[in-house]
């Protein structure tokens, strides 16, 4: 069993719907959730990232991390087709170093 | 604002070859990550290297070996090749260690091996 699972996919939205993008996770020493966005053929871009539980807003992203149910979401409001990429999940014991990544949601956003 | 630089970024070898991959950080980085994303799969931890010295390693085959030089550039050995190395390979660099300190990732090299 992967320590990260993720829904690959693909979710399809229409624009200005609200997106819910979801991990959940075994490992119970996992203190840093991040949020990554991967266009085709690129490398991944940080969107947030949370150390422990709680949420944090950043304009039309939101993540939410529930460590008692080892759960963590990322919510993107106002979605635009330019949100079309593969968003994956990470998460690790120490802040950056040896990140744990999910497998990635591939989220489309039509006009 | 300068970026991970990854080359090649695209490389074509037959089984049983060697390829080296390089990394260049951005500047005042000295810290290095190398992740392998197969098709389909998500990036998985290979090695890490902290002011030129390995400081973590992950699911690294014995095949692979990596170093950072002292510009703090980093380069990825591989060897006898085999068709499943065909992958995507990313290099990350951030500042010196620390919780909050970010990683950045470079557009990565495209290895197939044919």
């Known amino acids: 069993q992967k320590e990260v699972e993720q829904d690959p996919g693909p979710l399809s939205v229409p624009e200005g719907a609200i997106v819910s993008l979801n991990c959940t996770y075994s490992n119970s020493a996992f203190q840093y959730f991040m949020w990554y966005r991967q266009y085709s053929r690129k490398g991944p871009e940080l969107l947030m990232y949370t150390y422990s539980s709680g949420n944090k807003e950043d304009g039309r992203f939101t993540a939410q991390v529930d460590k008692s149910s080892k759960y963590i979401s990322l919510f993107i409001r106002d979605s635009q087709p330019s949100d079309s990429a593969t968003y994956l999940c990470a998460m690790s014991v120490a802040g950056f170093q040896k990140l744990v990544f999910g497998t990635g949601t591939r989220l489309l956003v039509s006009p | 604002a300068a970026g991970v630089i990854q080359s090649p970024r695209h490389l074509i070898k037959e089984k049983r070859e060697t390829a080296t991959l390089k990394c260049y950080p951005i500047p005042r980085h000295d810290t290095v990550y190398w992740y392998q994303q197969g098709p389909g799969q998500d990036p998985q931890f290979l090695i890490s290297?902290?002011?030129?010295?390995?400081?973590d390693k992950g699911s690294i085959p014995d095949r692979f070996s990596a170093q950072q030089f002292s510009d703090y550039h980093s380069e990825l050995n591989m060897s006898s090749l085999e068709l499943g190395d065909s992958a995507l390979y990313f290099c990350?660099?951030?500042?010196?260690?620390?919780?909050?300190?970010?990683?950045?990732f470079g557009q990565g090299t495209r290895l197939t091996v044919v």
């Open positions: 290297f902290y002011e030129k010295m390995q400081s």
């Open positions: 990350a660099s951030s500042q010196p260690m620390g919780a909050h300190t970010e990683a950045f």
